[in-house]
């Protein structure tokens, strides 16, 4: 009697296990966000200390899993700090950017050359010095040292997922290619054919493919017909997440049903640090640089199925460039600015463009 009670209650045990596995063991999900261009514009260097732009948002960025954003400048230490048309910076002012919460950086854009060879070598120096002193958590793609080593994935480990995070260029402000500098552009029928079959060779290696590409027209509040098709491309090609940017103003996202899985196209996330609203008065409210100031923090929740990498849910924050009464342009949410204290015109101006903006991104999701 006693032996059929334990063989019925090791047949229970197994049905239990065997049809219950997400509640014995729950389905890891991991959380990606995704920011703007972290730029370098001499209203944003001059600030004494760095840390005061992240301090608003750095709690939201410290609670994911990997915050990504596009680094527009060279780091050179060996030249000045230097603003718009040819960017420099130094390591302090990416540490800044990573103590703020950002893991990820995609450098190749179209500022990449703008202190030459000299300056491409110097910023992956600059980025292996910072990777070492941030006990191997910092990531980079984008630009290469030797000519003789191909451009590929960056391999990020994180919470079992196996990610693979490739970061391309459109152009560069200078005319032609350059060898250091990952450039696709997707208005070229061979460099636009040969990176999707790339795309597709390399993503089957990773539980999660990003590409992080630098294209379009700026200040442009929709993305073009072209960058849209091969945006879409990507994914079918196994790119599970496009993350774009370059236009310096937000764009819509969309989902992609794909296999069974949904996947993420983010056509431009605009601007996360910059100074290009910096000269607007509160009655610019429909200026294009007021657009440049105005962006999202979007974590993306991802899940791995059996079918592949997974977008659950998006969560969206509303953020905004401001000028702090030590006038330190800094980066608040719009939660926060609309709860200050401020003159009557700038109260009004935040007032009415967090209606603009909050009515543009209430139609994201779709392109249809």
Not at 17 to 41: E, K, W, Y
Not at 92 to 120: C, K, P, T, W
Not at 221 to 239: N, S
Not at 337 to 348: D, P
């Amino acid at each position: 009697m006693n032996i059929l009670k334990c063989k019925y209650k090791s047949y229970i045990c197994f049905f239990i296990f065997s049809i219950l596995p997400g509640i014995i063991h729950p389905q890891t999900s991991l959380s990606l966000t995704f920011l703007g261009d972290t730029m370098a514009h001499e209203v944003n260097f001059r600030i004494a200390d760095y840390s005061v732009m992240y301090e608003q948002v750095k709690d939201i960025l410290g609670a994911d899993d990997l915050t990504f954003s596009n680094l527009e400048t060279p780091v050179d230490e060996n030249l000045p700090y230097m603003t718009y048309p040819r960017f420099n910076i130094h390591r302090e002012y990416v540490q800044a950017a990573i103590n703020g919460g950002i893991d990820v950086f995609s450098l190749a854009n179209n500022h990449s050359l703008d202190q030459g060879r000299e300056g491409v070598f110097n910023t992956l120096g600059s980025f292996m010095i910072l990777r070492d002193g941030n006990e191997m958590n910092i990531y980079f793609s984008g630009t290469r040292g030797n000519t003789e080593q191909e451009f590929m994935p960056v391999e990020i480990r994180k919470k079992g997922f196996k990610i693979g995070f490739i970061s391309v260029t459109q152009f560069l402000n200078f005319p032609g290619k350059n060898p250091y500098i990952h450039i696709v552009d997707y208005r070229n029928e061979t460099d636009a054919g040969a990176f999707l079959s790339f795309v597709k060779k390399n993503a089957a290696h990773y539980d999660l493919f990003i590409v992080s590409y630098h294209a379009g027209r700026e200040y442009a509040l929709y993305p073009e017909k072209q960058k849209i098709t091969y945006f879409r491309e990507l994914i079918q090609a196994g790119a599970d997440i496009v993350y774009g940017h370059h236009p310096h103003v937000l764009q819509p996202y969309e989902i992609i049903e794909k296999d069974g899985c949904r996947k993420l196209i983010l056509y431009s996330m605009g601007n996360f640090v910059s100074g290009q609203r910096w000269k607007l008065t509160p009655y610019d409210l429909e200026h294009y640089r007021s657009y440049t100031g105005d962006s999202l923090i979007l974590t993306a929740e991802i899940i791995n199925t059996t079918k592949g990498a997974s977008v659950q849910g998006l969560n969206r924050i509303l953020i905004t460039s401001h000028i702090n009464d030590k006038q330190e342009i800094i980066v608040e949410t719009y939660d926060n600015i609309l709860k200050k204290t401020l003159s009557e015109e700038w109260e009004s101006y935040y007032r009415e463009r967090y209606a603009i903006i909050n009515k543009f991104v209430s139609t994201f999701g779709s392109l249809e």
